[in-house]
T-cell receptor
C-alpha cells in the first residue's frame, strides 16, 4: 500500500511567521507530487512537482521536491490568517492518487 | 493502520447503466466527503455528510447522482444513468470535523463508454 506521510499533523503560528510543511512518500511508480489547500470545500490545487530540486513559487508559497530522499516541503512565508487551512499532499502514480492526512495550519493574528 | 476503503477500485460500464460506488470510512470519523477528480490537479466536492446527515450536496448533478449513508460504516455514491462525461476518479475521505486531517480512500476509477 502506497503511503504518503505529512508532518506536522497540526501547527499554530502567529501572523508573519514562516512555516514549513513536510510530505514524504514511497517511491513506487512515482509520477508527480501535488499540494492542495483545503479550507471548507474541495481542496484547491497549489503545486505539482515532478522534478527534483526545482522550486515552484506562487506569491508567499513555494514548494520543492527531493526525489532522492523522497520528500517535498511546502513553505509559506509571512503567514496571514487567510493561510489557515489544511494542506494536503498527494502522490500521483499515473493512474492513482495517494493522499496524506494533511497538516492543519492555524495562523493567529 | 486505519484506512478508508473504497470499492470497486476500477469500474468500466456502458452509458446508461447504473453505477454504485462504496466507501467504508474510518471507525469513529463523523465526516465523510465524496470528491471527483477529472483533471490532473482539480478535486471537485460532490457531497459531504456529518454524523450521517447530508450537509452539502450542491456539487452533485441531482438528476443522476445520489449519495447516502445508510449507516455509519457505509457511504454510497450512485450514478443513474451514467454518461461518458462521468468518467473520472471518485474519492471518498473521512475525518472528524473541519479542523483535523482527513484520510482519503484510494479512489474508484470510473470509465463510462
Amino acid at each position: 500500500e502506497d503511503k504518503v506521510v505529512q508532518s506536522p499533523l497540526s501547527l499554530v503560528v502567529h501572523e508573519g511567521d514562516t512555516v514549513t510543511l513536510n510530505c514524504s512518500y514511497e517511491v513506487t511508480n512515482f509520477r508527480s507530487l501535488l499540494w492542495y489547500k483545503q479550507e471548507k470545500k474541495a481542496p484547491t490545487f497549489l503545486f505539482m512537482l515532478t522534478s527534483s530540486g526545482i522550486e515552484k513559487k506562487s506569491g508567499r508559497l513555494s514548494s520543492i521536491l527531493d526525489k532522492k530522499e523522497l520528500f517535498s516541503i511546502l513553505n509559506i512565508t509571512a503567514t496571514q490568517t487567510g493561510d489557515s487551512a489544511i494542506y494536503l499532499c498527494a502522490k500521483n502514480t499515473g493512474n492513482q492518487f495517494y493522499f496524506g492526512t494533511g497538516t492543519s495550519l492555524t495562523v493567529i493574528p | 493502520d486505519a484506512r478508508v476503503t473504497q470499492t470497486p477500485r476500477d469500474k468500466v460500464t456502458e452509458m446508461g447503466q447504473e453505477v454504485t460506488m462504496r466507501c467504508q470510512p474510518i471507525l469513529g470519523h463523523n465526516t465523510v466527503f465524496w470528491y471527483r477528480q477529472t483533471m490532473m490537479q482539480g478535486l471537485e466536492l460532490l457531497a459531504y455528510f456529518r454524523n450521517r446527515a447530508p450537509l452539502d450536496d450542491s456539487g452533485m448533478p441531482k438528476d443522476r447522482f445520489s449519495a447516502e449513508m445508510p449507516d455509519a460504516t457505509l457511504a454510497t455514491l450512485k450514478i443513474q444513468p451514467s454518461e461518458p462525461r462521468d468518467s473520472a476518479v471518485y474519492f471518498c475521505a473521512s475525518g472528524f470535523g473541519w479542523s483535523y486531517g482527513y484520510t482519503f480512500g484510494s479512489g474508484t476509477r470510473l470509465t463510462v463508454v
